[in-house]
């Protein structure tokens, strides 16, 4: 208790004062424990003490908001779709701001010409004044028809697939993505592939409860509902990564359900898209890898993970070709050996209600595990 600070705590809601004695720590409220009698509500004195270093924290954070750069951004478009978006809200924030410079100039100049003088007469009324309750009731109207009639359309050219667009299903699982090219056969977990300049038409659903697909760079996002599949279309203009997440909240670890984006040149993808295609080879024999491969069944990996030509699980992300990831566990790590022994040893652990339980792999079976999906490229 010495490091921590009881807080006296108050919210004005709707001209109303709710008081609450707040724990905090680190400046972070804890926890807060409302009073619920009036008296306690009346006794509240008004948060003036703090204002000073609240703003100054309001102005610091705002400061380091002006940072960067940002991996996850809307407005660094890389696609059809977000550029659309970007112009939109572009033009949008354009109309806003001529709003706020009209609405406060004039706010500003009331306050200051109108102001209270000693022993001035009251400034003189104005009763409807037909003139200026058309104008203020038609300028909104207009300005809401210069952000809807953009809108709209944008809605319009963006719900719709290209002819030849590369088709990808997108399944959410808790906590996990998994990724299906239906005309290609590859099934693939959390790190999609997409080639440079070609459309893609993406279908969106989910295994259990709601998650929602977004990489910002690309574009909008949209849910992924059980027994509903959402469109997403649109056409990546750059070669990089493009990191995602999932942005509904699903569970414990939403906040882990990660994804990452690869936008590639044609070469490139063709290339993964022939790896994704082939199946590994057998590891040879005595090899440690042939050791993994044993322990991989022996343990019952093989029931929640397939690996082409040897394992059909499903409840797990397919596992083919999961030496070439670059991360694990839906973006949460990077693919490492060390990383590879915790998650196995004991996902949860790592990732808070993981649905893959510690299946009690020794460590002796450990090392060979590991080297046996570190194989499979
Ligand atoms: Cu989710």
Redesign the pocket.
Known sequence: MSARKLYRYVVNVQSDWLAADCLASGGMVVSCAFPTSRETLDSVPPPRRHLASRIALLGLGMLVACGGPYPQSTLAPRSDFGVAIDRLFTGIFWWALVVFVVVEGLLLYSVLRFRHREGGPAPKQHHGHTALEIAWTLAPALILVFIAVPTVRTIFSTDKAAPDALRVEVV?HQ?WWEYRYPDLGIVTANELHLPVGRPVAVDITSADVI?SWWTPALGGKRDASPNHHSFLGFRPDSIGMYTGQ?V?F?GAS?AN?RLRTFVESDSAFEAWVAMQRSTPAPPETGSAEEAGRQAFQRYGCIGCHTIAGFSSGTIGPNLTHIGGRTTIASGMMMNSEEHLRRWIENPPAMKPGAMMPSMHVSATDLTPLIAYLQSLK
Do not use: A, S
């Open positions: 959410g906590w998650h999932c509904e699903c939403h359900m």
